[in-house]
């Protein structure tokens, strides 16, 4: 007969899947810290020893890290999803760009297909929440902050989408993002006109993801997508035509 006798679970044993589950559906994320031992003891009803063991096994898997004096914080496993050979690689070609581009038009189309027709309420209110931020930030003018926003905006729909590997992958790539590897954002975000259009093209997809429209949403963000490609072309067009402006002035003024 198949069955074997039941094995009283350990108690870290719940803990370790508890925090898995919490980093896995992106709850948990690469940097935060863990409260501290004697009350995340407390709120999860185990005992230090328990826990201590769950946190040691964690830290052994590459999950969380411990940081003298500062304490226990769920591990940059995003960070070293890209070797950095190929960081540079990236960084050193166009054409990456683009294709880095293409990449998010069809992950986060569908990943807004699947929000709208998938997510709950409580996944669209953080959408909206986000987006009301883009908004109150609009008049501020500061680019370091909307594009930090314009990065929450997407990720939130990722997140409502439900599919944790895409969650996890996505984040990757926004990382890379954030880095500068592939371009950088806040120069788009110093165009007036640029500005004014990402934000209407954010309200086009809130609204569809609200409405609860899965097709709309997933043209919308293709629509902003291609959007952003032909403004980073009009850009890497504007700057070589600076830079041979710059040569000429140079000759005529060498004299």
Same mark, same amino acid.
């Given at each position: 007969?198949?069955?074997?006798?039941?094995q009283?679970?350990?108690?870290?044993?719940?803990?370790?899947?508890q925090?898995?589950?919490?980093?896995?559906?992106?709850?948990l994320r690469? +940097?935060?810290r863990? @409260?501290p031992e004697? /009350?995340?003891?407390e709120?999860?009803n185990?005992?230090r020893?328990?826990?201590?063991?769950?946190?040691?096994?964690?830290?052994?898997?590459?999950?969380?890290?411990?940081?003298?004096?500062?304490?226990?914080?769920v591990?940059?496993?995003?960070?070293?999803?890209? *070797?950095?050979?190929?960081?540079?690689?990236? &960084?050193?070609?166009?054409? &990456?760009?683009?294709d880095?581009?293409?990449?998010r038009?069809?992950m986060? +189309?569908?990943?807004? /297909?699947? %929000?709208a027709?998938?997510?709950s309420?409580?996944?669209l209110s953080?959408?909206?929440?986000?987006?009301?931020?883009?908004? &109150? *930030?609009? @008049?501020?003018?500061?680019?370091?902050?909307?594009a =930090?926003?314009?990065? =929450?905006?997407?990720? &939130?729909i990722?997140?409502?989408s439900?599919?944790?590997?895409?969650?996890?992958?996505?984040?990757?790539?926004?990382?890379?993002?954030?880095d500068?590897?592939?371009y950088?954002?806040?120069?788009?975000?110093k165009?007036?006109?640029t500005?004014?259009?990402?934000?209407?093209?954010?309200?086009?997809?809130?609204?569809?993801?609200? %409405?609860?429209?899965p097709?709309?949403?997933?043209a919308a963000?293709q629509?902003?997508?291609?959007?952003? /490609?032909?403004?980073?072309m009009?850009?890497?067009?504007?700057?070589?035509?600076?830079d041979?402006a710059?040569?000429?002035l140079?000759?005529?003024? *060498?004299?």
């Amino acid at each position: 007969m198949p069955f074997r006798p039941v094995q009283p679970e350990k108690l870290s044993f719940a803990v370790i899947r508890q925090i898995e589950q919490l980093i896995l559906r992106g709850i948990l994320r690469p +940097g935060e810290r863990l @409260p501290p031992e004697r /009350e995340l003891a407390e709120r999860m009803n185990v005992s230090r020893p328990s826990l201590r063991d769950a946190i040691g096994t964690l830290q052994d898997t590459g999950l969380l890290t411990a940081r003298p004096g500062a304490g226990v914080f769920v591990a940059d496993v995003l960070g070293s999803a890209f *070797a950095p050979a190929l960081t540079g690689l990236f &960084a050193r070609h166009d054409e &990456a760009v683009f294709d880095y581009l293409s990449f998010r038009r069809d992950m986060e +189309g569908l990943a807004a /297909e699947r %929000a709208a027709r998938l997510g709950s309420d409580t996944d669209l209110s953080v959408v909206q929440a986000v987006f009301e931020k883009m908004v &109150a *930030a609009h @008049p501020k003018r500061n680019s370091d902050e909307e594009a =930090q926003l314009d990065a =929450q905006f997407h990720l &939130a729909i990722i997140e409502a989408s439900h599919n944790v590997v895409m969650l996890h992958m996505m984040r990757s790539m926004y990382q890379l993002l954030r880095d500068g590897v592939f371009y950088n954002r806040q120069v788009m975000f110093k165009q007036r006109t640029t500005r004014q259009a990402l934000l209407d093209q954010h309200r086009n997809i809130n609204e569809a993801l609200q %409405a609860r429209e899965p097709e709309a949403a997933r043209a919308a963000v293709q629509a902003h997508l291609d959007y952003v /490609e032909r403004a980073l072309m009009d850009q890497q067009k504007a700057d070589r035509n600076e830079d041979i402006a710059k040569q000429r002035l140079d000759h005529e003024t *060498a004299g």
